[in-house]
């Protein structure tokens, strides 16, 4: 098979997407990794700051369960929908259960 110009010119912008594309998918994950850090390090300062986090991930957990179940029950989505609600119900169960245990605010 015989290259042409076009196939050649084709296969190096294709190849150049690739490489912008692993670069910025490298370039958001330091990003996130950096973000994960700095939070960890404000968690050991602020308990109180963790717990609250904590507890706002259960809240936004319970809505979009709950969502899903009236979903099913107005019968937008299948009844298989709700396969993944006994894993999100555990996990919300152990987060509740891991922010009971930190330290309150002193009031």
Known sequence: MQLTAMYVAATNK???LALL????ICT???FVCW???KQLERD??????RRKRILRLCWFLAALDLFACIEVLLGK???VS???LPISIGLIWLLLSAAKKMERSPK
């Open 21 to 24: 594309a692993v670069f910025a």
């Open 44 to 49: 050991e300062k602020d308990p109180l700051g």
């Open 14 to 16: 294709d190849a150049i």
């Open 77 to 79: 989505e299948p009844l």
């Open 35 to 37: 973000r994960i850090y």
């Open 82 to 84: 709700l396969i993944g």
């Open 28 to 30: 958001w994950m330091i």
